[in-house]
């Protein structure tokens, strides 16, 4: 079946430095949504890319779709302590649009 | 205005009872969905509902069965509860039916442990 992976799992990052992670699906993406969930939290919808190549951004978070639609990234300018949780891409398995398979995950910490 | 409302929020089961989570949305959304969420790991699906009437298997469904009430409801029931269905569980919900591209909404989960 379709497998979703994320890197890095886990990353820790001082307040102001910049942070990216990486999403690889192992089959092609009609198209990828992206979620943040904060500790204790259930997951929040953050935006969706639907084109080949596509770079949507939200103030400081910009995302893109590769070109062959099977990987993605999140890259957060200058980190803040509000930016703290665990981001997660995911994406509908071959064949369907309705359900979704989410990526494993990348937790950030953000500190002073 | 609620979105996905969650109940219990919290349950310590034996192993061997039996439990149902209640999960209800109140945005006229057409498919909704179970997942388990265990320490450090993603989100796996356990069954959804793309549309009233309808279920479906997801990628851990085995020990679980749900019911779709009605447009609103989507109900989980572990039959016989294990230690390895110890997790937190959310509900999520989703305006469209079929290629619509329209995110889900969660719940806030239910934080179920099972001794």
């Known amino acids: 079946g379709q497998q979703v992976m994320q890197i890095p799992q886990y990353q820790h990052v001082q307040e102001g430095e910049d942070f990216t992670t990486y999403c690889n699906s192992s089959t092609t993406l009609s198209n990828i949504q992206w979620y943040k969930q904060r500790p204790g939290g259930h997951p929040v919808f953050l935006i969706q890319l639907v084109k080949s190549g596509e770079v949507k951004k939200q103030k400081r978070l910009t995302f893109q779709f590769g070109e062959a639609k099977k990987n993605s990234s999140l890259h957060i300018t200058a980190t803040q302590t509000t930016d703290v949780g665990t981001y997660f891409c995911a994406g509908p398995p071959t064949g369907t649009a309705s359900k979704l398979t989410f990526g494993t995950g990348t937790r950030l910490q953000v500190t002073l | 205005n609620a979105g996905v409302t969650q109940t219990p929020k919290f349950q310590v089961l034996k192993t061997g009872q039996s439990m149902t989570l209640q999960c209800a949305q109140d945005m006229n959304h057409n498919s909704m969905y179970w997942y388990r969420q265990d320490p450090g790991m993603g989100l796996r699906l356990i069954y959804y509902?793309?549309?009233?009437?309808?279920?479906d298997k997801g990628e851990v469904p085995n020990g679980y069965n749900v019911s779709r009430l009605n447009k609103r409801e989507f109900s989980l029931r572990l039959e016989s509860a294990a230690p390895s269905q110890t997790s937190v569980y959310f509900c999520a919900s989703r305006r469209g039916v079929g290629a619509d591209y329209q995110p889900q909404h969660f719940g806030d989960g239910t934080r179920l442990s099972i001794l």
């Open positions: 509902s793309a549309s009233e009437g309808t279920t």
